[in-house]
Every structure is written in structure tokens, then in C-alpha cells.
């Protein structure tokens, strides 16, 4: 295939056009409701357990509803943490996260992705519990 200065140049200006993302700090804080385990190992706390979920997800007054958050997890270590793949749905647009959520503490996911106003979204979100009972969490979203 011959390539040409012409093609060379419309490549490059589609390129150009493409939406930059530009840099975000999102706070959320999500309340744990909507969640239901599944035993598919041993009877109990088990390897390859699942923990599945739809949860609002709400400012960081946890006053208004700013959307919702759905996914799951696999339990990877028993009672220590689970690998996790979720979406958090905003009115701009979805961001895609995954990584290991800890039973206790502080967890760290990697963006992976999104939707939207978030097309090109990459980065971390922080995960904060907010009580000891696991019933709702603080989220922080770095987008790069």
C-alpha cells in the first residue's frame, strides 16, 4: 500500500480532532444497599464467591443522588479482599473501574475507561469506608 503526504495529512488532522479528556477530581459517596452474595464455593466464605451490586451513588454531603453504581466481585482471599469490576453512571457519562477491594481499609482501582464526557478516562479511584460496617463508602475518582 502506498502511502501518501496527502493521507499522511488527513490522518493527522483526524487525530488532532479527537476529544482531549482533561483532568478531574470526582467525590462520591456511595450508600452499600443494593448488594447480594452468591455461595458458589464452600458453604460460607469462599475463593470464587461473588459479591454483586446496584447502588446509588450520591454527592459528597450524601445529600443528592448523583447516580448510580452497578458491578461485581470475585472473592479472591477469604475474609482479606475481592477483585472487582464495576461503573459508576453520572448525567456526563459512565467510568469503568477495576481492581481488589479489601475487607478492611482503604482499596485502590484503576480507571479503565468510559463513556461520554469521560471517553479517554484513566486514572485511580480511591475507595474510603465510611463506618465499620461496610454500609456506605467514599469515593474519589483522579481522572488523568
Same mark, same amino acid.
Given at each position: 500500500?502506498?502511502?501518501?503526504f !496527502? ?17 478531574? =477530581?470526582?467525590?462520591?459517596v456511595? +450508600? ?5 452474595t ?7 466464605? !469462599? ?5 454483586v451490586?446496584s447502588?446509588?451513588?450520591f ?6 443522588q448523583?447516580?448510580?453504581? =452497578?458491578?461485581y466481585?470475585? +472473592? ?6 475481592w477483585?472487582?469490576?464495576w461503573?459508576v453512571?453520572?448525567q456526563a457519562? =459512565? ?6 477491594f ?7 482501582f ?11 478516562a +484513566?486514572?485511580s479511584?480511591?475507595?474510603h469506608? +465510611?463506618?465499620?460496617k461496610? !454500609? !456506605?463508602?467514599d469515593?474519589?475518582?483522579?481522572l488523568l
Amino acid at each position: 500500500m502506498k502511502i501518501t503526504f !496527502s493521507r499522511i495529512a488527513a490522518l493527522a488532522a483526524a487525530l488532532i480532532t479527537l476529544p482531549a479528556f482533561a483532568a478531574e =477530581q470526582i467525590k462520591l459517596v456511595e +450508600r452499600a444497599v443494593g448488594e447480594t452474595t452468591v455461595d458458589l464455593g464452600a458453604k460460607g466464605d !469462599s475463593i470464587g464467591d461473588l459479591l454483586v451490586f446496584s447502588n446509588g451513588v450520591f454527592d459528597p454531603a450524601n445529600k443528592t443522588q448523583l447516580g448510580t453504581d =452497578q458491578g461485581y466481585c470475585v +472473592r479472591t482471599v477469604v475474609g482479606k479482599s475481592w477483585e472487582c469490576f464495576w461503573t459508576v453512571t453520572l448525567q456526563a457519562g =459512565q467510568i469503568t473501574i477495576e481492581g481488589p477491594f479489601t475487607d478492611a481499609g482503604d482499596s485502590l482501582f484503576a480507571v479503565t475507561g468510559g463513556t461520554g464526557k469521560y471517553v479517554g478516562a +484513566r486514572g485511580s479511584m480511591k475507595l474510603h469506608p +465510611r463506618d465499620a460496617k461496610g !454500609s !456506605s463508602y467514599d469515593f474519589t475518582y483522579d481522572l488523568l
